[in-house]
Antibody, heavy 120, light 110 residues
């Protein structure tokens, strides 16, 4: 059974840093592209970042480029999102999602999300 | 990256058919047949119901169908059921390794 479990969320002050993780199981993690998607409280979904299977290619939304870094440890089947210089608008539930391999953004499995709150 | 535009809400009686629009631009929806649709029930993670504009993942009911015309993609739900009550989001590839979601549509079965 495919499982994605996020962790590491919490309360952080503006300008601070936080790293969230996504532990994967039930599939060949190293073969799968992975994404991060944010959902602010009561609001819609926002695509944040993507990483390919071996970690050699990444992509970011303009709003987080230069502040966030996506990475993965295939030996540990874990995806990471390092978030620096955090802003109020970065608050929300961060979901990791597995890319099914089709074109576009076909995330066929999602975690339950981890809540990040940026506030003073 | 501006969010794609969706109607805030759509409602219909059980058994009827609804269509949710997703309007973008020639830079995203209009330029690629790479629109996905997600269903999200309250407190749950999104669920993929359409990918590559018209394709359904395994296990998704054929009551859900996707289409596109110009800069607007559409999701049609036929034979509306109570369990279809949820928030629906479209998402399009926008070029340069970027993706953009829609504003979301709340579907209510009256």
């Amino acid at each position: 059974e495919v499982q994605l479990v996020e962790s590491g969320g919490g309360l952080v002050q503006p300008g601070g840093s936080l790293r969230v993780s996504c532990a994967a199981s039930g599939f060949t993690f190293s073969s799968s592209w992975m994404h991060w998607v944010r959902q602010s409280p009561g609001k819609g979904l926002v695509w944040v970042s993507r990483i390919n299977g071996d970690g050699s290619a990444t992509a970011y939304a303009d709003s987080v480029k230069g502040r966030f870094t996506v990475s993965r440890d295939n030996a540990k089947n874990t995806l990471y999102l390092q978030m620096n210089s955090l802003r109020d608008e970065d608050s929300g539930v961060y979901y990791c999602g597995r890319d099914s391999g089709a074109a576009g953004l076909p995330l066929d499995y999602w975690g339950q999300g981890t809540l990040v709150t940026v506030s003073s | 990256q501006s969010a794609l535009t969706q109607p805030a809400s759509v409602s219909a009686s059980p058994g009827q058919t609804i269509t949710i629009s997703c309007t973008g631009s020639s830079s995203d929806v209009g330029n690629y047949n790479l629109v996905s649709w997600y269903q999200q029930h309250p407190g749950k993670a999104p669920k993929l119901i359409i990918y590559e504009t018209t394709k359904r993942p395994s296990g998704i009911s054929d009551r859900f169908s996707g289409s596109k015309s110009g800069n607007t993609a559409s999701l049609t739900v036929s034979g509306l059921q109570a369990d279809d009550e949820a928030e629906y989001y479209c998402c399009s590839y926008a070029g340069n390794d970027l993706y953009v979601f829609g504003t979301g549509t709340k579907v209510t079965a009256l």
